[in-house]
Nanobody
Framework: QVQLVESGGGLVQAGGSLRLSCAAS????????MGWYRQAPGKQRELVAV???????DYGDSVKGRFTISRDNAKNTVYLQMNSLKPEDTAVYYC?????????WGQGTQVTVSS
């Protein structure tokens, strides 16, 4: 059974930084894509960043230049370094992973940015 366990959310002031981590386990195949999505109250879930096993990355327009995604393939762990945080970054951040054609979600971690 695949599990994604997130950590690192919390409360931070505008301009501050946070680092999210997500450890994936339970798949006999590798995780070809890992990444982060977020959902703010009353809004649709949106892409934050994804990274493929080969290292290529995609970012949502609103976080380009401020957030950096990375992964440790040996540990099946993906990280999201978030800098220059803004109040509009406040949301539940969900880890996502793709393995053997199936997608998986973490339980979500709250990030709150105060002004």
């Amino acid at each position: 059974q695949v599990q994604l366990v997130e950590s690192g959310g919390g409360l931070v002031q505008a301009g501050g930084s946070l680092r999210l981590s997500c450890a994936a386990s339970g798949s006999s195949a590798s995780f070809s894509v890992m990444g982060w999505y977020r959902q703010a109250p009353g809004k649709q879930r949106e892409l934050v960043a994804v990274i493929r096993s080969g290292g290529s990355r995609d970012y949502g327009d609103s976080v380009k230049g401020r957030f950096t995604i990375s992964r440790d393939n040996a540990k099946n762990t993906v990280y999201l370094q978030m800098n220059s945080l803004k109040p509009e970054d406040t949301a539940v951040y969900y880890c996502a992973a793709l393995s053997n054609g199936s997608g998986y979600w973490g339980q979500g971690t709250q990030v709150t940015v105060s002004s």
